[in-house]
């Protein structure tokens, strides 16, 4: 019985598996699918912070923009709400203002987003209406777009970035739990997969998420598969430091003016690569 019992722990988690490639022309549209509005403004609106319409959430565009920008989307934890990104001393304005990007921070439609490992559930669908109207507003650039998260947030960022690699080119999960079992798109070049460039930072002392049976087998498996990942181990607990927030915005921002220099042709013609993100459990 004992055995048995270890047997699950050590197998129920998640990696990513099966890789093979193919093509995003005619694809259908699946559960998870994040979709991108086919116009946006051709100006941005005014510079601070702005609500957004239901529970869109928030939007925060920096002053003195040039067009167009990029994008970042925040997705708060469980019980959380769009407001924490904004608070305080910690508030991720500056981020946006130093690295001159957009963030978009969605309110969940329930107390967190998605139902675990095994299901979307249609949070991505709030997802979809809060960019909708973020393009509705803004002059985004498709090619630079970003998604994080923290705790249940970073778990749904992070499953959603790898699902949607032909719309997020970077990935930042602080403290993720799960990833969706779904199937993943990312861009292969000659060096692994080219997008998305994921981060990840998780607390080696969390307790919450203990971190050995989260984001090191997560980063373990992203890497076998040709990932590009950044792994931030910190010592600390289930929490997002101003510290941790700084070395990750920093490397996005990074990133952002890399692909700036470098633009890439985001459209439905390229070849993307396909793989399944697996959850493996004694059931």
């Known amino acids: 019985m004992a055995t048995n019992r270890l047997l699950r722990l050590r197998f129920d988690a998640i990696f990513v598996c099966c890789l093979s490639l193919a093509t995003s022309f ?89 139902t675990g490992p095994k299901n979307w559930g249609y949070d991505y669908l709030a997802i979809n209406r809060a960019l909708q109207e973020a393009f509705a507003r803004c002059a985004i650039d498709r090619s630079r777009i970003a998604i994080g998260g923290f705790s249940d947030g970073a778990s749904y960022a992070l499953s959603l970035g790898l699902a949607n690699g032909d719309v997020f080119t970077y990935v930042i999960a602080f403290s993720p739990g799960y990833i969706v079992r779904a199937q993943a798109r990312g861009r292969s070049g000659p060096k692994g997969v080219e997008i998305p460039l994921v981060y990840i930072a998780h607390g080696q002392s969390d307790n919450f998420l203990p971190i050995a049976s989260t984001s090191r087998i997560f980063v373990r498996s992203l890497r076998k598969n040709g990932y590009n990942v950044e792994f931030r181990e910190f010592s600390g607990g289930h929490h997002l430091s101003r510290q941790v927030a700084d070395q990750a915005m920093s490397w996005l921002t990074t990133a952002f003016h890399e692909r700036r220099s470098n633009p890439i042709n985001v459209d439905s013609r390229h070849s993307y690569l396909t793989h399944a993100i697996c959850r493996i459990s004694s059931d």
Do not use: C
Not at 40 to 66: C, F, V, W
Not at 80 to 101: D, I, L, N, T, V
């Open 26 to 114: 005619g694809a259908t549209t699946e559960l998870g699918t994040i979709v991108l509005p086919a116009n946006s403004a051709t100006e941005t609106a005014s510079a601070g912070l702005q609500k957004l319409s239901g529970r869109n959430g928030l939007l925060y565009i920096p002053m003195d923009h040039a067009e167009p920008l990029p994008l970042l989307v925040l997705l708060h934890k469980a019980g959380g709400s769009a407001s924490e990104w904004f608070g305080g001393s910690g508030s991720y304005a500056a981020y946006a203002e130093k690295g001159r990007f957009i963030i978009l921070a969605p309110e969940s439609p329930g107390q967190s987003w998605g």
